[in-house]
Structures are given as structure tokens and as C-alpha cells.
């Protein structure tokens, strides 16, 4: 049995209203909205996912399967393959990652589907061993050009950023970069980086994305398509967080957190480390706020993450002792 | 320029418990005691390393800077009492962090220093003069024979860092494994600061296949028995098994009603609160057990929580 836990929404804070630049296109009834990107190429959102789609000669490729759009991803290439009079059968399947909240819709697709990832998303779903994430036989590892009825997708891998297996998916001919879970257009991102592991490789993924030519970017996350200044706006708040933490490490004094918790450490480094975060976070959320959606919700914990990762992987701060 | 802060409105916790204590530490802030006969270990309190004397010279696991220059008073003092070389000739990296590593330029610049192939490569990316990359590597295993001692190196895949090893003395029966398991002591913030949660997960039981007593963790101030590391892993599992409660339980629905289209203000809403029933009967059963289980829970249980949503696919619904 569970219970069910219902909170008093009076308790919950209250947040600064959404900059327009959050919004996307309204969804229809059933949740979802289809739109295109370029030529055949299209992408789906229910306003928090995304996920895209080419209809080609050769049946339809779909990039990534969100449990959230779950059967929508049906309906809209049902819709568009319709209006086009093209075939609404998918044949390919490409992951960009093997986190289940952006491809946990995988089964939903027939067994035949070729599915397309990276080898380490391989053996990552072969060690997540969920049903609904069948492995992908298709692998690569650093770089593969996919040419699938006449239109051309090249994905490569510049190392681990989001998730150890986090890879590019470019279409050059429709001017698009697809790259989940590290930008949010409009918006800033969730919790620890958007719960990345590779912080490093998480700060130098906009400039990997950067390098190729592209006009339209689908991030995985909310209601609307990103540009190129979407993802160079996210980059600076990056990197006004990075040098903010700098500027925390250096001015916050661990001393008063050792003195007054004594024998237990992790008391005062929680007193001190949580300062240093909110130290880091204080000037970002003012300058983003009305900037960035939800820089007032989220700035402190990817402040805290990217500190630590100057910290631990550069080393900065730290001094030997004499 | 130093901020000042009024430490009346610091929280109080609950006491630590007796067994999270160490040994006191000497003058200069350290203290070094004897693992196993030319076995090692020295700590500040917060970290530890461990050193082999061998008649090849002195062999170094880990550096941390914390400790510092008291690494070559604690080697001093050892080899001047048994009458052996105080030479630090080999050094061995346990993963490629700053906080366990970055004295290792306090050491000559001919020492010999070894590691996993992928903390080569992150000590490469990282360019900090304080960590010189390991130019000894090696992939899945390697045994080491220096002065007649033998060290068993293991890697047996991402767990707290993408290169963190299993250093294993099957003649001092000692395990030394960095960043899982603090004896005494609940993990800090996200589980040590973990990356890969599931490989977090499995690293004790992988380190209990390996015969041993002693228990050389990289943090706090004792080292630790085979009972502490089946008590961290009872922690970790009681934390997973509340993590599915948690999230069996907690609606998100309200969050979303509240907060309309700001959809991170509900996903922050309902995250929390998940996070919360997840570490609540955890905090009750730790309290008194493990030192900091009111501190460091509730995020440790965020981590697991979420890598239960995304890497094994829990509470996952597919839109009709």
C-alpha cells in the first residue's frame, strides 16, 4: 500500500514570474505539440520534453522517446506522415543518451526498429536491463555518418558531459543540432547541472556544439526550439557561475564552521560548503533572474556542483599543508 | 575580502557517536599508526593515506594536501624508528581528485607514480601542476612487486569517479578504496560526490570478494573493518528500498497544479518532498549508528532517487 502525500501548497515558496522567452507554442488537447523544424525534419514537446523526427524514403527516424510524450510520439508522425502523404512507419530509432526519462518510450516501437546509439549507451542499457530500453545494436564510437533514405544524420561523441554516453546529433542539412540535457533554452538547468556527472565535459559541451554549422537547436527539454544565441546565453551563465565560484572559494572562511561543530566535520562542511554555493549563486540568480526561467529555483544547486568540480577536478583552492 | 558569519543561527545536530572517533592527533596535526607490519596509514581527521616501506624505497597511496608536508613527517618518523629508507620512490593514485591527490608535487620529481589509464587521461584534462598524470597505467588489472611487497590494483568500472581503483595488499590483509565507504561516518553531500551512482552502489560488494581486515577508506579518522563496510552498504540499500517508497508515494500532480508553467518550480516541489520521505526513516534508523546521518541523508537519498528514475527506469510511465 502507499500513501498518498499531499502537500499544503500554501507552504510551497513562491517564485519570480517566467521571462516570455520560456514559452513555446500551446499544446493541443492531447497534450502534445508537432512542429516543424526544417523541411522533413520535425520535433515534438508536452512543454517540459522534446523529441524529433525525419520522414524519409526509407520510413521514419525517430531521435529520442520520452515516456512523458510516450503514444503522442505516434500520434504526431501520424499527423505530419498523413499531411505529407509519406510513410508514417518508424524504421530507426537513435538515442542520445540511455537515461530512461528521455528514451523510456523506446519499446513502445516495433522489434524490428533499428535502434542507433553509442557503445557506451550500449553497455549501459545492457546494465540498466530495463524493458522498456532495449540496448541498441547500432553502435559507434566517436564519429558515424547515418545516411537513411537520402537524408544524411551524423552523430559523434566528444567525450562524457551529461552522462558518460551524451552525444551530438547533427543534421546538416537541416541546419539542426540536437544535444540533450545540457542547454534548456529560455530556461536555466535543473538541480546539479541538469544531473550531470562530468561537470568538466558538461562546460565545454555548448563550444563542441558550437563548432558545427546549424541554425536550430533541440535541447530534450521544455516547450520550444533553441538558436544559437539560446546556447551561447546558457554559456555564459555557465561561465558566470564558474568564475563566481572562483571568487567563493576564495572569500568564504571555513573557520567559524570547524570551530563551532568541533569532532563532527561534516557539520561544518555542510555549513561551509553550502555557504560557498549560496556565495556563488548570489550575484548569478540577480543578473539571470527575468533572464533565464527558474534561475531563482535552481542557480544554488548547479552553483554547488560546479564548485565542487573546480575544486576537485582543477584543483582550485586547494593548498597543501605546510 | 572574508565574509563574516553569526554562528548563532547555525543548526545543531546530533551527537556523534563513539565510534566514529579516531585516535587523538599529534601536534602537528596528524597522526600515523601501523596497519599491518610495514603497513601504514596517516590522517588529519578528514582524510587518510597509507605507505608501504619496502627495501626499495617507501611506497605512497595517495596524497591528499590536507595532510601535505605531515605525509613526509609521518614517513619520516616511521622509517627513523624501524631504521629503514624514508625515499618515496613509488606513488600510487587511488583516482585523479585534487582533495587525495593534490600533494603529489610535494614529491620528487623522479618518483614513479602509477595509476588507473583513465586517471592519466583526467589528470591530462585537469592540468593542475599540483597533480603531475601518472605516467605507470593500467586498464583492468595489475600487480605490483616493489621491494618484495606485492599491491594488487583492480578497476572494476565507473563508481565515485570515472577511474577510482580497489588498491588491495593481500599480504598486509588490507583494502584501500577511496570515496565509499567513511568508517564511522555516512557519506557527504550526493553519495562522496559520486558520478555513477550504480557503480557506487556495487563498489562494497566488489571490495568484500577481495580477502582482508583492515579497511583503508580516504576519509575520517579511523580505519575501518569488514563490519563498517556492510554497515555502509545496509545504509545505501535501506536508502534505495525508501527511494521506491518515495516515489511510489509522493503525487506530483499538486506541484504541478501550483505551479502552472513553471514546470522546474514543480519538478523542484516534487523532487524535494520525494527526497525527504526518502531519507526520513533513514535519518531515525542511522541516528546514533553512523555519524552525520541527520546531515548528509537527505542528499545522498536525492542521488540515489534520481539515479533509480534515470539509469534503472523506476516510477517510469509511458503517456498513454
Same mark, same amino acid.
Given at each position: ?11 510551497? $515558496?513562491?517564485? /519570480? ?31 517540459? *520534453? ?41 524504421? *530507426?530509432?537513435? *538515442? ?9 518510450? /523506446? ?27 532495449? $540496448? ?34 547533427? =543534421? ?81 572562511? $571555513? ?11 561534516? /557539520?561544518? =562542511? ?23 526561467? /527558474? ?28 | 575580502?572574508? &565574509? ?33 607490519? !610495514?603497513? #601504514? ?5 578528514? #582524510? ?32 627513523? &624508528? +624501524? ?15 585534487? +582533495? ?21 587521461? %583526467? ?28 599491491? +594488487? %590494483? ?20 588490507? %583494502?584501500?578504496?577511496? +570515496?565509499?565507504? !567513511? ?6 553531500? @550526493?553519495? !562522496? ?43 545505501? &540499500? ?23 508553467? !513553471? ?22 534508523? #542511522?541516528?546514533? @549508528? ?13 542521488? @540515489?532517487?534520481?539515479?533509480?528514475? %534515470? ?10
Amino acid at each position: 500500500m502507499t500513501t498518498e502525500a499531499t502537500p499544503a501548497t500554501s507552504v510551497l $515558496p513562491d517564485y /519570480a514570474p517566467l521571462p516570455e522567452t520560456a514559452r513555446g507554442p500551446a499544446l493541443n488537447e492531447q497534450g502534445y505539440y508537432v512542429g516543424r523544424v526544417e523541411r522533413n525534419l520535425y520535433f515534438v514537446t508536452d512543454g517540459t *520534453y522534446m523529441c524529433a523526427f525525419l520522414t524519409t524514403s526509407d520510413g521514419v527516424v525517430v531521435l529520442d522517446a520520452p515516456p512523458t510524450i510516450g503514444n503522442n510520439i505516434h500520434r504526431a508522425i501520424d499527423e505530419i506522415a498523413s499531411a505529407n502523404g509519406v510513410s508514417n512507419k518508424v524504421e *530507426y530509432l537513435v *538515442y542520445s543518451h540511455h537515461h530512461s526519462d528521455h528514451v523510456g518510450a /523506446a519499446s513502445l516501437f516495433d522489434k524490428n526498429v533499428t535502434r542507433i546509439g553509442h557503445e557506451e549507451t550500449r553497455k549501459l542499457l545492457l546494465r540498466d536491463n530495463d524493458p522498456a530500453r532495449p $540496448p541498441n545494436e547500432e553502435t559507434f564510437q566517436d564519429t558515424q555518418t547515418l545516411e537513411i533514405g537520402g537524408d544524411r544524420i551524423d552523430l559523434a561523441f566528444h567525450g562524457p558531459n551529461h552522462s558518460p554516453d551524451n552525444i551530438l546529433i547533427h =543534421l546538416p542539412d537541416h541546419d539542426t543540432m540536437m544535444l540533450v540535457d545540457i542547454c534548456n533554452p529560455g530556461w536555466v538547468p535543473i538541480y546539479r547541472s541538469n544531473l550531470s556527472e562530468d561537470i568538466p565535459g558538461y562546460l565545454e559541451a555548448p563550444e563542441n556544439a558550437f563548432a558545427y554549422p546549424w541554425k536550430h537547436f533541440i535541447g530534450g527539454h521544455m516547450g520550444r526550439l533553441g538558436t544559437r544565441d539560446d546556447l551561447a546565453l546558457h554559456q555564459q551563465y555557465m561561465s558566470d557561475i564558474s568564475d563566481s565560484a572562483r571568487n567563493a572559494i576564495d572569500t568564504v572562511d $571555513p573557520t567559524p564552521y570547524f570551530v563551532k561543530y568541533g569532532e563532527n566535520f561534516w /557539520a561544518a =562542511l555542510k555549513g561551509y560548503l553550502d555557504e560557498c554555493a549560496a556565495t556563488t549563486a548570489a550575484p548569478v540568480i540577480e543578473k539571470y533572474t527575468g533572464v533565464l526561467a /527558474a534561475a531563482d529555483v535552481f542557480t544554488e544547486d548547479v552553483s554547488f556542483e560546479v564548485m565542487q568540480s573546480i575544486r576537485l577536478d582543477l584543483g582550485y583552492g586547494a593548498q597543501v599543508h605546510p | 575580502m572574508t &565574509a563574516t558569519v553569526d554562528t548563532a543561527t547555525f543548526p545543531d545536530y546530533a551527537p556523534i557517536p563513539r565510534s566514529a572517533l579516531g585516535p587523538a592527533l599529534n601536534d602537528q596535526g596528524y597522526y600515523v599508526g601501523r596497519v599491518e607490519r !610495514n603497513l #601504514y596509514w596517516i590522517t588529519d581527521g578528514t #582524510y587518510q593515506s597509507a605507505f608501504l616501506t619496502t627495501s626499495d624505497g617507501v611506497v605512497l597511496l595517495d596524497a591528499p594536501p590536507t595532510i601535505g608536508n605531515n605525509i613526509k613527517r609521518a614517513v619520516d618518523e616511521i622509517a627513523s &624508528a +624501524d631504521g629503514v629508507s624514508n625515499k618515496i620512490n613509488y606513488l600510487i593514485y587511488s583516482h585523479h581528485h585534487a +582533495d587525495h591527490v593534490g600533494a603529489a608535487s610535494l614529491f620528487d620529481k623522479n618518483v614513479t607514480r602509477i595509476g588507473h589509464e583513465d586517471t592519466r587521461r %583526467l589528470l591530462l584534462r585537469d592540468g593542475d601542476p599540483a597533480r603531475p598524470p601518472n605516467e605507470e597505467t593500467f586498464q583492468d588489472r595489475r600487480t605490483l612487486e616493489i621491494g618484495g611487497e606485492r599491491i +594488487d %590494483l583492480a578497476w572494476h568500472g565507473a563508481n565515485h569517479s570515472p577511474d577510482n581503483i580497489i588498491i588491495h595488499l593481500p599480504d598486509h590483509d588490507a %583494502l584501500m578504496l577511496i +570515496d565509499i565507504v !567513511n568508517p564511522g561516518w555516512v557519506p557527504v553531500y @550526493v553519495s !562522496n560526490l559520486t558520478e555513477d551512482i550504480p557503480g557506487y552502489l556495487e563498489a562494497p560488494e566488489n571490495a568484500l570478494d577481495y580477502p582482508w581486515k583492515h579497511f583503508i577508506g580516504g576519509h575520517v579518522g579511523r580505519l575501518g573493518t569488514r563490519d563498517d563496510v556492510k554497515l555502509h552498504q545496509q545504509y545505501m &540499500a535501506d536508502i534505495a528500498d525508501s527511494a521506491r517508497n518515495a516515489i511510489d508515494a509522493v503525487d506530483p500532480r499538486a506541484y504541478y497544479a501550483h505551479y502552472g508553467e !513553471n514546470k522546474w518550480a514543480a519538478a523542484r516541489g516534487h523532487l524535494d518532498e520525494t527526497t525527504r520521505l526518502a531519507a526520513e526513516p533513514v535519518i531515525e534508523k #542511522y541516528t546514533g @549508528v553512523l555519524a552525520g546521518a541527520d546531515i548528509f541523508t537527505e542528499s545522498t537519498a536525492f542521488w @540515489v532517487m534520481e539515479s533509480i528514475r %534515470l539509469d534503472l527506469g523506476y516510477g517510469s510511465q509511458v503517456h498513454p
